[in-house]
């Protein structure tokens, strides 16, 4: 280990040594790059609070939360193991697997199944090339594992999902592809979020992959419940990007997308008179840019240390769209779309943008 490495580090545990944590100097340590990543991100995704003397019972309850989830999450209506005798009283006059009324609790499990589908896919296709997502986890789900519970597993219940016949065509290759049809639903339903079955993976990733492979033991055997409750935070700060309904909107993904170009104007010109001369749109290259966080367009380990600036910056997504736009320019003049080695000079290209507003 480097002389700098170790000193980085003691800064760190300096820092997140103190009773009460200051923030500004976390996250100036953090925009340089990250050397404690698990409590440092949990604090700038607002998962654990500054004051260390709350972290214990925080956690234990939070974790705690998370396995209740998960009972709530995986129970199918009215299916318990026979050899358990659990009582099949879900299943009554009124409410049954064919009750069409949309508040029916058998309506709502079909429906989930649908979702469930979309995220059994992007959970197989997220870093497929890394041994590490390809594995069993050191720590499994008692609760889902253990074949004597009266749970069924999502897994089990995504196997079990029929498909419509409608819903299958073959191509003239050969090569099956499944849709499903068009349906319409409640406000406030997941299907309003037109994009959230898919791409979500390439956010979770990152994030578990961090929590579960730190050095410390209790990091890694709670990274799953962590995870989900800082992809949560993120997820409410990113959300309106992902509500069609607010595409148009000052808060949704298009205004955001014509920003890009606005600022690009006024910061290069050059490049935007580039752009408009070959009719690139932003919606070519922002859109994903934006929405997933860079994350599709990095190794993994590059897209945690640009993450590392981005989760530390206190305008965090007004500096992602400089990100944005150093990108696009070294894509555009210097590389033509080759892949970008150095993420530190685009952290510090976009540093020197926000810097000279």
């Known amino acids: 280990m480097s002389s700098l490495h170790k000193s980085r580090i003691a800064e760190f545990q300096d820092v997140l040594g103190e009773p009460k944590i200051v923030l500004q100097k976390l996250r100036e340590l953090c925009f340089s790059g990250n050397n404690v990543y698990v409590p440092s991100v949990q604090i700038l995704l607002n998962y654990l609070p500054v004051e260390k003397a709350l972290w214990s019972t925080l956690l234990k309850k939070q974790r705690e939360l998370y396995s209740q989830f998960l009972k709530e999450m995986i129970i199918q209506p009215g299916i318990a193991k026979a050899n358990l005798g659990v009582s099949r009283e879900d299943v009554t006059l009124e409410d049954h697997p064919l009750n069409p009324n949309p508040d029916s609790r058998w309506n709502t499990y079909f429906k989930d199944n649908e979702v469930l589908l979309q995220i059994d896919k992007d959970v197989r296709r997220l870093c497929p090339d890394m041994a590490f997502f390809q594995r069993p986890t050191d720590y499994p789900c008692l609760l889902i594992l253990d074949p004597q519970n009266e749970f069924e597993t999502l897994r089990k219940r995504v196997e079990q999902t029929t498909l419509k016949s409608q819903t299958v065509a073959r191509n003239r290759s050969g090569v099956t592809n499944v849709s499903s049809p068009l349906k319409t639903s409640a406000p406030n339903s997941l299907s309003e979020y037109e994009v959230l079955p898919n791409g979500m993976n390439e956010i979770v990733g990152p994030l578990y992959y961090t929590f579960a492979t730190d050095p410390n033991s209790d990091w890694k055997e709670h990274a799953e419940a962590d995870t989900f409750f800082c992809f949560t935070n993120l997820m409410a700060e990113i959300r309106d990007n992902f509500i069609k309904s607010l595409d148009d909107s000052q808060c949704g993904i298009t205004y955001k997308m014509e920003k890009v170009y606005s600022t690009l104007k006024e910061k290069d010109v050059e490049l935007y008179l580039k752009l408009q001369e070959q009719n690139i749109k932003p919606q070519f290259f922002a859109f994903r840019w934006l929405t997933l966080l860079l994350s599709q367009e990095f190794l993994l380990p590059d897209v945690i240390r640009i993450w590392d600036s981005l989760f530390a910056d206190d ?43």
Request: charged share 30%; hydrophobic share 45%; proline share 2%.
């Open 315 to 357: 305008n965090r997504f007004d500096f992602l769209l400089l990100l944005t736009l150093r990108i696009k320019y070294i894509n555009s003049f210097l590389m033509q779309d080759y892949p970008i080695s150095d993420v530190h000079l685009i952290l510090k290209k976009a540093k020197e943008l926000q810097d000279s507003k």
